[in-house]
C-alpha cells in the first residue's frame, strides 16, 4: 500500500514541502520494535530523517521522471543495503569480457543470429503470468541472485511449458557451490545468476513448496541436503566455461531436460540492446545485473538516477518494456525482490536506443562484479548498466 506522503509526493508541485509521517508513526506502519530513548531508536531514527530529506531533495528536481518516498527500507542502514543487494555480478576470470558462444554440450540457436530477426513491438509485458504475481521478499539474506534465477526459470516455464511451477529459491541458496567467490562467498553471501543456472541444469531444482525460503525464520544459510557434495568446500565447474557467453544446452545426462523440459540456457552477448530486447518478446523475462544502490527511496517513475560509472550489484528480472506517453520516454520494466516497494514490487528504468553507446566504467569489479583474480574494471552500458550481464533460460516448447 501507498503511503499518504507517498501519494502526495506524486503530485506535481508538492514535492518538498510535503512531511513525512513522523518516525513514531513509521515504527507503528512497519512493525518495528526500537524501544523509544534507546542507542538503536536514536541511531535508526536519525538515519530515517537524513533519508527522508535526500528523498524531498531528489523530489525537488525540475522534470523529475521519478518519484522518491518512504518505504520499509528508510531506516535501513547502509551496510544493510549492501547486503540486501547481495548479489555481485558474473564476470570471471577473463579480460573484463565474457568469451564467444561456448556450449559443452553443443550448441542450440542463438538470440544473436540476426538472419531471421523480425521487427520487434513497441512494448511487452510479462505481468500477466502466474509466476510474475508473486512478489518475493528476500529479507536481509543476499540471496537475489537466486531469486531473480528462480523466477527466470518459473516465467519461462510457464511459457513454454504452458504449465505452472515453483523453483525454490531455498535450495539455491543452501546448494549451489561457489569456491571463486564470484559475487560473494555462497548463500546469503551473494552468489551468481550463472552459477544458478549451471546448477539446475545438471542437478535439476525442487519445487518452492518442497524447500520452503526460510530466511524470514532463521536468517540464516541452511546445509545443503539435497546435494551434500555440492555444499561449502565442493568445487563449482569449469567457470571460464560457465561465465561464457553463448548458449550453454543440455545433454541427456542432466536432471532438467527430463525432470522440467529446460534444454538450457543463453549469457545474452554483453552490452547489446537489440539482443535483450529479442530475447525477451521471443523467450520471456530475463535474469539482468544493475546498479540498484540509488533505488533504495524509489516509488514510483521513470527511474534516470544512476550515473554512468556504477558499481553492478543486484540481481533481478526484466519483464518488460514500453513508452510513457505521458512524459515522452521509452522505459525498461524490473520486477525486484524487494516485496511491497516501487510499483507493486517493479520500477522502471529509462530506456534509450542509444544505450549500447550510454557506457561508464565499474571501477570496483571485486565489489560488485568479481570472481577471484577476475578483472580491474569492466564496461557497463545503459542505465544502471542493465545491459551488462544479461542471461535467460531455455525451454522445449509444449504441444
Not at 315 to 341: C, F, H, P, R
Request: hydrophobic residues 30%; aromatic residues 8%.
Amino acid at each position: 500500500m501507498v503511503s499518504l506522503f507517498n501519494l502526495l509526493l506524486l503530485q506535481v508541485g508538492s514535492c518538498a514541502a510535503v512531511g513525512a509521517p513522523a518516525f513514531a508513526s513509521f515504527i507503528q506502519q512497519y512493525s518495528r520494535e526500537y524501544i523509544e530513548g534507546s542507542e538503536e531508536y536514536e541511531h535508526r531514527r536519525s538515519i530515517y530523517e537524513n533519508r527522508v530529506k535526500e528523498a524531498e531533495s531528489l523530489n525537488s528536481r525540475p522534470r523529475r521522471l521519478w518519484t522518491a518516498g518512504v518505504n520499509h527500507l528508510t531506516d535501513w542502514t547502509d551496510e544493510e543495503l549492501r547486503r540486501l543487494r547481495g548479489w555481485k555480478g558474473g564476470a570471471g576470470k577473463t579480460n573484463g569480457m565474457h568469451g564467444s558462444v561456448v556450449s559443452r554440450h553443443g550448441h542450440s540457436t542463438s538470440l544473436r543470429q540476426k538472419g531471421r530477426a523480425s521487427p520487434l513491438p513497441d512494448q511487452i509485458s510479462w505481468a500477466n503470468l502466474n509466476a510474475s504475481s508473486i512478489i518475493h521478499n528476500q529479507g536481509s539474506c543476499g540471496s537475489c541472485w537466486a531469486v531473480a534465477a528462480s523466477y527466470a526459470l518459473e516465467a519461462n516455464h510457464e511459457i513454454h511449458q504452458k504449465t505452472s511451477r515453483t523453483f525454490s529459491i531455498q535450495e539455491l541458496v543452501s546448494c549451489v557451490p561457489n569456491t571463486h567467490n564470484c559475487g560473494g562467498t555462497g548463500g546469503c553471501d551473494g552468489a551468481t545468476v550463472d552459477l544458478a543456472m549451471d546448477y539446475v541444469l545438471k542437478h535439476g531444482l525442487k519445487d518452492s513448496t518442497d524447500m520452503p525460503y526460510k530466511w524470514p525464520y532463521s536468517g540464516s544459510d541452511h546445509e545443503c541436503s539435497e546435494n551434500p557434495s555440492l555444499g561449502e568446500g565442493s568445487h563449482d565447474d569449469d567457470l571460464e566455461q560457465i561465465v561464457a557467453s553463448g548458449v550453454h544446452s543440455a545433454s541427456n545426462t542432466h536432471k532438467a531436460l527430463s525432470a522440467f523440459g529446460m534444454t538450457g540456457w543463453e549469457h545474452l552477448p554483453q552490452n547489446k540492446y537489440e539482443p535483450l530486447m529479442r530475447a525477451l518478446v521471443e523467450k520471456g523475462p530475463v535474469a539482468i545485473s544493475v546498479a540498484a544502490t540509488p533505488w533504495q527511496s524509489y516509488t514510483a517513475g521513470i527511474f534516470d538516477g544512476c550515473e554512468p560509472d556504477s558499481v553492478i550489484d543486484h540481481a533481478v528480472v526484466l519483464v518488460g518494456y514500453g513508452n510513457d506517453d505521458k512524459v515522452k520516454e521509452k522505459y525498461w520494466t524490473i520486477q525486484n525482490s524487494w516485496g511491497d516497494w516501487g510499483e507493486d514490487g517493479r520500477i522502471r528504468i529509462l530506456r534509450r536506443d542509444s544505450d549500447e553507446t550510454e557506457c561508464g566504467i565499474d571501477h570496483q569489479p571485486e565489489v560488485g562484479t568479481g570472481c577471484d583474480g577476475g578483472p580491474k574494471q569492466v564496461t557497463v552500458c545503459g542505465m544502471c548498466g542493465i545491459l551488462y550481464d544479461t542471461i535467460v533460460p531455455l525451454f522445449a516448447d509444449s504441444d
